[in-house]
T-cell receptor
Framework: NAGVTQTPKFQVLKTGQSMTLQCAQD?????MYWYRQDPGMGLRLIYY???????DKGEVPNGYNVSRLNKREFSLRLESAAPSQTSVYFC?????????????FGSGTRLTVV | KQEVTQIPAALSVPEGENLVLNCSFT??????LQWFRQDPGKGLTSLLL?????REQTSGRLNASLDKSSGRSTLYIAASQPGDSATYLC???????????FGKGTTLSVSS
């Protein structure tokens, strides 16, 4: 049981380049989330998807787009990377009404924009 | 808007001490509260999940309590060990299926 898998684990981009961060979960969870973590700022929500076919903005959505490809996969796209997007990105998933396991996080993608 | 605060931001203790990490939240109408551990450069590991109807959860040397009315949760670590050194994050969900709102964490250092 892999849980939440994120790819890639590390990435260096030049300013203006684009890339997509991939996330997949195998727990049949219906809700998925993208967070970024920055020193002194904690984890902040970028986008989330409460169910397949729906997406909503979180606290810091500017500069990002998301796609809920199917129930398993939720991708995050940077169309034109900026140095301010240097961060660690975490994907998470949960199932509505889950009273036991709560939220499960991936191991993160460390992105540097130069 | 829900806000989550963790105090202290950093804590250093000698091995063997019992310690308490604090978490407070501004809106008491939460669905659940979850404590995580994060090692440097790593992801988040779930430690304990407390539903809004519960008062506490225990796992090994860890005990988490929840007082919704006062907007507080505590994580109690008994007989601390150097391997407990990490950042501990508190997070709340306001409704089922909604995103977690995180505090900024308490960084714990346990010396041998």
């Amino acid at each position: 049981n892999a849980g939440v898998t994120q790819t890639p684990k590390f990435q260096v981009l030049k300013t203006g380049q684009s890339m997509t961060l991939q996330c997949a979960q195998d727990m049949n969870h219906n809700s998925m989330y993208w967070y970024r973590q920055d020193p002194g700022m904690g984890l902040r929500l970028i986008y989330y998807s409460a169910s397949e076919g729906t997406t909503d903005k979180g606290e810091v959505p500017n500069g990002y787009n998301v796609s809920r490809l199917n129930k398993r996969e939720f991708s995050l796209r940077l169309e034109s990377a900026a140095p301010s997007q240097t961060s660690v990105y975490f994907c998470a998933s949960s199932v509505t009404g889950d009273k036991i396991y709560g939220y499960t996080f991936g191991s993160g993608t460390r992105l540097t924009v130069v | 808007k829900q806000e989550v605060t963790q105090i202290p931001a950093a804590l250093s203790v000698p091995e063997g001490e019992n310690l308490v990490l604090n978490c407070s939240f501004t809106d008491s109408a939460i669905y659940n509260l979850q404590w995580f551990r994060q090692d440097p450069g790593k992801g988040l590991t779930s430690l304990l999940l407390i539903q809004s109807s519960q008062r506490e959860q225990t796992s090994g040397r860890l005990n988490a309590s929840l007082d919704k009315s006062s907007g507080r949760s505590t994580l109690y670590i008994a007989a601390s060990q150097p391997g407990d050194s990490a950042t501990y994050l508190c997070a709340v969900a306001n409704q089922a299926g909604t995103a977690l709102i995180f505090g900024k964490g308490t960084t714990l250092s346990v010396s041998s």
